[in-house]
Protein backbone atom coordinates (compact mmCIF):
# COMPACT_ATOMS: atom_id res chain seq x y z
CA UNK A 1 0.00 0.00 0.00
CA UNK A 2 1.53 3.33 -0.92
CA UNK A 3 1.28 6.42 1.56
CA UNK A 4 -1.74 7.85 -0.62
CA UNK A 5 -3.89 4.88 0.55
CA UNK A 6 -2.87 4.80 3.49
CA UNK A 7 -4.08 8.80 3.89
CA UNK A 8 -7.01 8.41 2.11
CA UNK A 9 -7.93 5.38 4.45
CA UNK A 10 -7.34 7.61 7.52
CA UNK A 11 -9.21 10.48 6.29
CA UNK A 12 -11.77 8.22 5.54
CA UNK A 13 -12.23 6.57 8.57
CA UNK A 14 -12.09 10.03 10.41
CA UNK A 15 -15.42 11.33 7.63
CA UNK A 16 -16.66 7.98 9.03
CA UNK A 17 -16.26 8.70 12.72
CA UNK A 18 -17.40 12.59 12.53
CA UNK A 19 -20.46 11.11 10.50
CA UNK A 20 -21.05 8.86 13.21
CA UNK A 21 -20.91 11.86 16.30
CA UNK A 22 -22.68 14.13 14.38
CA UNK A 23 -25.79 11.05 14.05
CA UNK A 24 -25.14 10.42 17.39
CA UNK A 25 -25.58 13.71 18.65
CA UNK A 26 -28.44 14.33 16.56
CA UNK A 27 -30.24 11.47 18.60
CA UNK A 28 -29.16 12.26 21.76
CA UNK A 29 -30.81 15.95 21.01
CA UNK A 30 -34.18 14.47 19.68
CA UNK A 31 -34.47 12.22 22.67
CA UNK A 32 -33.83 15.38 25.20
CA UNK A 33 -37.07 17.02 22.68
CA UNK A 34 -38.95 13.83 23.75
CA UNK A 35 -38.04 13.59 27.47
CA UNK A 36 -38.57 17.89 27.90
CA UNK A 37 -42.41 16.80 26.11
CA UNK A 38 -42.65 13.71 28.45
CA UNK A 39 -42.17 16.20 31.45
CA UNK A 40 -44.76 18.34 30.18
CA UNK A 41 -47.21 15.70 29.24
CA UNK A 42 -47.11 13.75 32.83
CA UNK A 43 -47.57 17.18 34.55
CA UNK A 44 -51.00 18.20 32.25
CA UNK A 45 -52.13 15.05 32.75
CA UNK A 46 -51.77 15.60 36.62
CA UNK A 47 -53.57 18.47 35.90
CA UNK A 48 -56.21 16.89 33.81
CA UNK A 49 -57.35 14.68 36.62
CA UNK A 50 -57.67 17.58 39.16
CA UNK A 51 -59.99 20.03 36.92
CA UNK A 52 -62.68 17.95 37.38
CA UNK A 53 -62.29 17.41 40.78
CA UNK A 54 -62.59 21.72 41.34
CA UNK A 55 -64.97 21.55 38.70
CA UNK A 56 -67.40 19.58 41.39
CA UNK A 57 -66.61 21.14 43.89
CA UNK A 58 -67.64 24.59 42.34
CA UNK A 59 -70.73 23.03 40.53
CA UNK A 60 -71.81 22.67 44.27
CA UNK A 61 -71.72 26.35 45.15
CA UNK A 62 -71.87 27.74 41.51
CA UNK A 63 -75.01 26.97 40.41
CA UNK A 64 -75.69 30.60 38.12
CA UNK A 65 -71.95 30.35 36.92
CA UNK A 66 -72.24 26.86 34.31
CA UNK A 67 -70.60 28.47 31.29
CA UNK A 68 -67.78 29.03 33.51
CA UNK A 69 -67.68 25.46 34.16
CA UNK A 70 -68.14 24.71 30.67
CA UNK A 71 -65.54 26.45 29.26
CA UNK A 72 -63.04 24.91 31.38
CA UNK A 73 -64.52 21.63 30.31
CA UNK A 74 -64.55 22.01 26.85
CA UNK A 75 -60.80 23.92 26.94
CA UNK A 76 -59.64 20.29 29.11
CA UNK A 77 -61.23 18.31 26.55
CA UNK A 78 -58.90 20.10 23.34
CA UNK A 79 -55.84 19.76 25.72
CA UNK A 80 -56.54 16.58 26.24
CA UNK A 81 -56.70 15.90 22.34
CA UNK A 82 -53.83 18.08 21.28
CA UNK A 83 -51.70 16.50 23.71
CA UNK A 84 -52.48 13.28 22.52
CA UNK A 85 -51.89 13.72 19.10
CA UNK A 86 -48.88 16.33 19.87
CA UNK A 87 -49.92 19.05 17.97
CA UNK A 88 -47.89 21.88 19.41
CA UNK A 89 -50.11 24.34 17.39
CA UNK A 90 -53.48 23.41 18.85
CA UNK A 91 -51.84 22.45 22.26
CA UNK A 92 -51.26 26.36 22.79
CA UNK A 93 -54.57 27.56 21.62
CA UNK A 94 -56.12 25.04 24.04
CA UNK A 95 -53.85 26.01 26.49
CA UNK A 96 -54.83 29.48 25.98
CA UNK A 97 -58.25 29.11 26.67
CA UNK A 98 -57.84 26.62 29.32
CA UNK A 99 -55.88 28.94 31.44
CA UNK A 100 -58.03 31.81 30.24
CA UNK A 101 -60.99 29.69 32.09
CA UNK A 102 -59.25 29.13 34.69
CA UNK A 103 -58.37 32.43 35.74
CA UNK A 104 -62.16 33.44 35.42
CA UNK A 105 -63.43 30.38 37.98
CA UNK A 106 -60.92 32.00 40.04
CA UNK A 107 -61.92 35.51 40.05
CA UNK A 108 -65.56 34.07 39.99
CA UNK A 109 -64.73 32.30 43.39
CA UNK A 110 -64.80 35.63 45.25
CA UNK A 111 -68.17 35.63 44.62
CA UNK A 112 -69.22 32.71 47.31
CA UNK A 113 -67.63 33.05 50.13
CA UNK A 114 -68.53 29.27 51.28
CA UNK A 115 -66.97 27.97 48.62
CA UNK A 116 -63.49 29.80 48.97
CA UNK A 117 -63.57 28.77 52.59
CA UNK A 118 -63.87 25.20 51.07
CA UNK A 119 -60.63 23.03 52.26
CA UNK A 120 -60.81 20.46 49.40
CA UNK A 121 -61.77 24.03 46.85
CA UNK A 122 -58.53 25.55 48.16
CA UNK A 123 -55.98 22.49 48.11
CA UNK A 124 -57.41 21.76 44.62
CA UNK A 125 -56.78 25.94 43.58
CA UNK A 126 -53.80 25.50 45.31
CA UNK A 127 -52.78 22.29 43.19
CA UNK A 128 -53.84 23.27 40.41
CA UNK A 129 -52.03 26.41 40.62
CA UNK A 130 -49.15 24.78 41.70
CA UNK A 131 -48.99 22.27 38.02
CA UNK A 132 -49.63 25.42 36.00
CA UNK A 133 -46.12 26.99 36.88
CA UNK A 134 -44.36 23.93 36.55
CA UNK A 135 -46.07 22.91 33.39
CA UNK A 136 -44.66 26.75 32.07
CA UNK A 137 -40.84 26.08 33.25
CA UNK A 138 -41.40 22.63 31.47
CA UNK A 139 -42.34 24.41 28.28
CA UNK A 140 -39.62 26.77 28.44
CA UNK A 141 -37.29 23.91 28.62
CA UNK A 142 -39.15 21.99 25.79
CA UNK A 143 -38.64 24.73 23.94
CA UNK A 144 -34.98 25.95 24.51
CA UNK A 145 -34.74 22.01 23.53
CA UNK A 146 -36.18 22.10 20.59
CA UNK A 147 -34.93 25.21 19.81
CA UNK A 148 -31.04 23.15 20.02
CA UNK A 149 -32.12 20.06 18.24
CA UNK A 150 -33.82 22.19 15.24
CA UNK A 151 -30.42 24.65 14.99
CA UNK A 152 -28.20 21.29 14.77
CA UNK A 153 -30.78 19.83 12.22
CA UNK A 154 -30.21 23.07 10.11
CA UNK A 155 -26.57 23.55 10.43
CA UNK A 156 -23.43 22.65 8.56
CA UNK A 157 -22.30 19.49 8.29
CA UNK A 158 -25.04 18.11 10.81
CA UNK A 159 -27.80 18.85 7.74
CA UNK A 160 -25.99 16.55 5.58
CA UNK A 161 -26.75 14.14 8.40
CA UNK A 162 -29.58 15.10 9.32
CA UNK A 163 -31.33 14.74 5.58
CA UNK A 164 -29.73 11.31 5.14
CA UNK A 165 -31.48 10.20 8.26
CA UNK A 166 -34.50 12.48 8.12
CA UNK A 167 -34.21 13.95 11.00
CA UNK A 168 -37.26 16.58 11.01
CA UNK A 169 -37.70 20.15 12.38
CA UNK A 170 -40.00 19.83 15.91
CA UNK A 171 -42.61 22.45 16.86
CA UNK A 172 -42.14 24.77 19.33
CA UNK A 173 -44.84 25.61 21.94
CA UNK A 174 -45.91 28.88 21.51
CA UNK A 175 -48.67 30.60 22.92
CA UNK A 176 -51.10 32.82 21.72
CA UNK A 177 -50.89 37.38 22.84
CA UNK A 178 -53.26 36.11 25.08
CA UNK A 179 -51.31 33.90 27.02
CA UNK A 180 -48.47 35.47 27.34
CA UNK A 181 -50.46 39.21 28.20
CA UNK A 182 -49.85 40.94 31.48
CA UNK A 183 -53.19 39.40 33.87
CA UNK A 184 -55.56 42.45 34.35
CA UNK A 185 -56.70 41.54 37.82
CA UNK A 186 -59.58 44.46 38.21
CA UNK A 187 -60.72 43.56 34.32
CA UNK A 188 -61.33 39.77 36.03
CA UNK A 189 -63.07 40.82 39.09
CA UNK A 190 -65.32 42.75 37.17
CA UNK A 191 -66.40 40.17 34.49
CA UNK A 192 -67.43 38.24 38.15
Known amino acids: ?19 ISIYNHLIHLRHNVAQAWSNIDVLMKQRHDEIPKLVDI ?17 ARARVSDA ?16 RGGLDELFAVVENYPDLK ?12 TGLESSIADRREFYNACVNIYNIRVDQFPDIIISKAFSFKHKELLVFSDLETADVNIHQLFKRS
Not at 83 to 98: C, D, F, P, S, W
Open 83 to 98: ANAENMVALGAAETAL
Open 58 to 74: CREHMRYEQETLLKITR
Open 1 to 19: MTISTWVTLAISILVLLYA
Open 117 to 128: ANESFQHLESRI
